[in-house]
């Protein structure tokens, strides 16, 4: 098992909380000098927060453990590719590196519909790799919606 896929096996467990609770199940660990410094999966419906999604819980709860909202050196491992509002929040952090396990062809926003994490125009720019334990990452949530489907 690779460094990559260590954590991402972290993210996973998140993202099996979030399911556990009914929410789509997307994790995030922020990992800095080889320990997670924030954790996150998505609470939407918990706290009726649509920004509460996992990316953006881990973030702040990096931010709060380090002291600062600048989380330069710090790898964010989530288990779906990110959306608009979490690559630009990202960006915002100055998050050096982005590693997800699935792409999300409705709303991603790391490589996928857009490229916020690499996009020239912007004054910070982070690393990013897709597809670290892509299957597991997708087959989390495919499970999770064919239940769904199952109880209509």
Not at 114 to 137: A, F, K, M, S, T
Request: with cysteine; net charge negative; proline share 3%.
């Amino acid at each position: 098992m690779t460094k990559d896929e260590r954590w991402m096996s972290e993210a996973l467990q998140q993202a099996e909380l979030a399911g556990a609770e009914e929410e789509i199940p997307v994790g995030a660990v922020a990992v800095l000098n080889n320990r997670i410094v924030g954790r996150g999966y998505n609470r939407t419906e918990a706290l009726q927060d649509p920004t509460a999604h996992a990316e953006m819980l881990a973030i702040t709860a990096a931010a709060n453990a380090l002291g600062s909202r600048r989380l330069e050196g710090v790898t964010l491992y989530v288990t779906l590719e990110p959306c608009c509002m979490c690559a630009g929040a990202l960006v915002l952090a100055r998050i050096e590196r982005l590693v997800f396990g699935a792409w999300d062809p409705k709303a991603g926003a790391c490589g996928t519909l857009y490229n916020i994490p690499q996009d020239d125009r912007l004054n910070h720019r982070l690393l990013v790799e897709g597809d670290v334990l892509q299957e597991e990452c997708s087959a989390i949530l495919s499970n999770f919606f064919a239940s769904l489907r199952k109880a209509d």
